[in-house]
Every structure is written in C-alpha cells, then in structure tokens.
C-alpha cells in the first residue's frame, strides 16, 4: 500500500523559512516523478513544483526563486525548502505522484499546514 507522510509545516512569519518532507513508502520511489501541491482554506487543491525521476524540476511561477523541490532517492522521501514565505502561501501542503491520477487519487496523506501570518 501506497503511503505518504508528509511533515515540517508550522506557523511562520511573512519572509521567514520552512522545510517540508515527505515520506514515501509502498512503491519504488526512484521510479516516479514526484510532486508537491498545495490546498489553501477553501480552494482547491493546485500543484507547486514537480521533480521527475530524472531530476528534472518545474514550479508554479507564483514560487518560482522561493521553493526548492528534491528528492532522497535512498531515503524514499520528497522535501520542499519554502523561503521568503508570504500570506499567500498558507495552505495545507501534499506530495504525490504526478499526475496523482487513477488510483494514486486514494494515496493522499494528511498534508502539513503551513501558516504565514504576522
């Protein structure tokens, strides 16, 4: 079975830093491109920034200079370094595959919340 877990929200002030991980487990890490979305209060859930199994990366242009997407291939896990964080990055935080299509839809975790707020 197919499991993330995602970890490292919290609450921030404008400008400041966070580092979200995700653990993956169930499937074999190194063989998919992997992604991290994003579902802020009362929207739906976008993607953020992707990193295929080949390393190449992609963000969201509302991120783009601030996150940093990679991946531990010999730890199974996923991480997002956020930086300069604004208000309009508060939202609970997902990784998956991507596309997270078919039957990848019921593997989503809990997410982590990040809140940037003075």
């Known amino acids: 079975q197919v499991q993330f877990v995602e970890s490292g929200g919290g609450q921030v002030q404008p400008g400041g830093s966070l580092r979200l991980s995700c653990a993956a487990s169930?499937?074999?890490?190194?063989?998919?491109?992997m992604a991290w979305y994003r579902q802020p209060p009362g929207k739906e859930r976008d993607w953020v920034a992707q990193?295929?199994?080949?390393?190449?990366?992609q963000y969201v242009d509302s991120v783009k200079g601030r996150f940093t997407i990679s991946r531990d291939n010999t730890k199974n896990t996923l991480y997002l370094q956020m930086n300069t964080l604004k208000p309009e990055d508060t939202a609970v935080y997902y990784c998956?595959?991507?596309?997270?299509?078919?039957?990848?839809?019921?593997?989503w975790g809990q997410g982590t919340q990040v809140t940037v707020s003075s």
């Open positions: 998956n595959r991507i596309p997270a299509i078919g039957g990848w839809s019921n593997y």
């Open positions: 990193v295929t199994s080949a390393g190449a990366i």
């Open positions: 169930g499937m074999i890490f190194s063989a998919y491109d």
